[in-house]
């Protein structure tokens, strides 16, 4: 298991590189369809016989016939590649914000999966670094730029490698009483941030767990409620004994930043949040509460007082071995632009709202 191997397949599809990612029986030789282009295909697939893979969630939108009710969204789908699918046609197959603008596409003809582990490993991996989850599959002998296997992606992604590397006084709005701990893992270069409030009493402290925002916590978007709490989470463990907020890198709720702005454009053409996570071929939510585990465990925290409206938080945490001896509301006024955000949440995410 090498850490450092699916963060050079990260690397190289971000570059638009291909990789070959090997799962127990065999590998799969896969170029990322977001970054291919006619010159980088041509060299992966001289001869047109690769096939493409999708996730099963994307393959219902497409209207694929074994797909129509896929069990497992996340689930890897192969279709044939047709003559008609070039670079751009691919694109288009993997990216739903362009439905509008190219509704008729296909037919498709799905293909068995070869390699399940390694095929849905792949759409993990996109997911991991800031792509679609779609991927042309060459042959096994097609030319790549990086290797990894199965086990090294899980090793890469292991909350476990989290450790404190810096920690500091840091005196915020919300308290002069405050230190901020730093934690990193050697390949990931996420750097998670818990900020510690107040005096620790040996009492379980008030926590919330705060996933990165950057348009609602840095620009003030109103179409969510992250800003708002972010300041009304440190406010109220402020007035707390003590308390920790952990600020996590795990932005659209794990999916990256490009990928939430895919889906708010998705919601603009009339989705909703849950909707327009699946259409682009996600989970309706891709965090890791482990991680947030790991930080309170390195920080010694076992029980703590939670501040969320989410039930998953709670059972994400309580999984990971995390008592929460009580959950605390944290709900903002809306605002018209993020109504319907907080009804989404309410109607289809449980949130007690
Ligand atoms: N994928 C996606 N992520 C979003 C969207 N809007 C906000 N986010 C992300 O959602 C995360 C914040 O999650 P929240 O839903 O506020 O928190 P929660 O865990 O569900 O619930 P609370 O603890 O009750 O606030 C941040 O990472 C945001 O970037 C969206 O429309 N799509
Ligand atoms: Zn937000």
């Given at each position: 298991?090498?850490?450092?191997?699916?963060?050079?397949?990260?690397?190289?599809?971000?570059?638009?590189?291909?990789?070959?990612?090997?799962?127990?029986?065999?590998?799969?030789?896969?170029?990322p369809?977001?970054?291919?282009?006619?010159?980088?295909?041509?060299?992966?697939?001289?001869d047109?016989s690769a096939?493409?893979?999708?996730?099963?969630?994307?393959?219902?939108?497409?209207?694929?016939?074994?797909?129509?009710e896929?069990?497992?969204p996340e689930?890897?789908?192969?279709?044939?590649?047709?003559?008609?699918?070039?670079?751009?046609?691919?694109?288009?197959?993997?990216?739903?914000?362009?439905?509008?603008?190219?509704p008729?596409k296909?037919?498709?003809?799905?293909?068995?999966v070869?390699h399940?582990?390694?095929?849905?490993a792949?759409?993990?991996?996109?997911?991991?670094?800031?792509?679609?989850?779609a991927?042309?599959?060459g042959?096994?002998?097609?030319?790549?730029e990086?290797?990894?296997?199965?086990?090294?992606?899980?090793a890469?992604?292991d909350?476990?490698?989290?450790a404190?590397?810096?920690r500091?006084?840091?005196?915020v709005?919300?308290?002069?009483?405050?230190?901020?701990?730093?934690?990193?893992?050697?390949?990931?270069p996420?750097?998670?941030?818990?900020?510690?409030?107040?005096?620790?009493?040996?009492?379980?402290?008030?926590v919330r767990?705060?996933?990165?925002?950057?348009?609602?916590?840095?620009?003030?978007?109103?179409?969510?409620?992250?800003g708002?709490?972010?300041?009304?989470a440190?406010?109220?463990?402020?007035?707390a004994?003590?308390?920790?907020?952990?600020?996590?890198?795990?932005?659209?709720?794990?999916?990256?930043?490009?990928?939430?702005?895919?889906?708010?454009e998705?919601?603009?053409?009339?989705?909703?949040?849950?909707?327009?996570?699946?259409?682009l071929?996600f989970?309706?939510?891709a965090?890791?509460?482990?991680?947030a585990?790991?930080?309170?465990?390195?920080?010694?925290?076992g029980?703590?007082?939670?501040?969320?409206?989410?039930?998953?938080k709670?059972?994400?945490?309580?999984?990971?071995?995390?008592?929460?001896?009580e959950?605390?509301p944290?709900?903002?006024?809306?605002?018209?632009?993020?109504?319907r955000?907080?009804?989404?949440?309410?109607?289809r995410?449980g949130h007690d709202?």
């Amino acid at each position: 298991m090498d850490g450092r191997a699916a963060a050079r397949a990260i690397d190289a599809l971000r570059r638009g590189w291909p990789v070959r990612l090997a799962g127990k029986a065999g590998a799969l030789a896969l170029l990322p369809v977001e970054g291919a282009t006619p010159e980088t295909l041509a060299a992966f697939d001289p001869d047109g016989s690769a096939a493409l893979l999708l996730s099963a969630a994307r393959g219902v939108t497409l209207k694929l016939a074994n797909q129509r009710e896929a069990a497992d969204p996340e689930a890897p789908v192969l279709i044939a590649r047709e003559r008609w699918i070039d670079a751009p046609a691919a694109m288009a197959i993997a990216d739903p914000v362009l439905d509008l603008a190219t509704p008729f596409k296909g037919p498709f003809r799905a293909l068995p999966v070869p390699h399940a582990d390694a095929a849905g490993a792949a759409l993990n991996l996109a997911r991991l670094a800031g792509l679609l989850p779609a991927y042309f599959v060459g042959d096994a002998d097609a030319p790549t730029e990086a290797q990894c296997t199965v086990a090294d992606i899980a090793a890469y992604a292991d909350p476990h490698r989290l450790a404190i590397a810096a920690r500091a006084r840091l005196p915020v709005a919300a308290s002069v009483e405050a230190e901020i701990v730093a934690f990193r893992s050697v390949e990931d270069p996420r750097e998670h941030v818990a900020l510690v409030l107040g005096e620790r009493d040996g009492t379980p402290p008030v926590v919330r767990l705060h996933s990165e925002c950057l348009t609602g916590d840095v620009l003030g978007s109103l179409k969510c409620d992250c800003g708002p709490q972010l300041h009304g989470a440190l406010h109220e463990i402020a007035h707390a004994r003590w308390g920790v907020l952990l600020y996590l890198r795990q932005e659209g709720r794990g999916i990256g930043l490009i990928n939430k702005l895919r889906a708010y454009e998705l919601q603009d053409q009339g989705f909703d949040t849950v909707d327009a996570n699946t259409r682009l071929g996600f989970a309706i939510d891709a965090r890791d509460f482990g991680v947030a585990a790991r930080m309170l465990h390195l920080l010694g925290i076992g029980e703590v007082r939670l501040l969320t409206n989410n039930p998953a938080k709670v059972a994400g945490l309580e999984a990971q071995g995390i008592r929460v001896i009580e959950r605390l509301p944290l709900a903002l006024p809306s605002n018209p632009h993020n109504e319907r955000y907080l009804a989404t949440k309410r109607d289809r995410t449980g949130h007690d709202l």
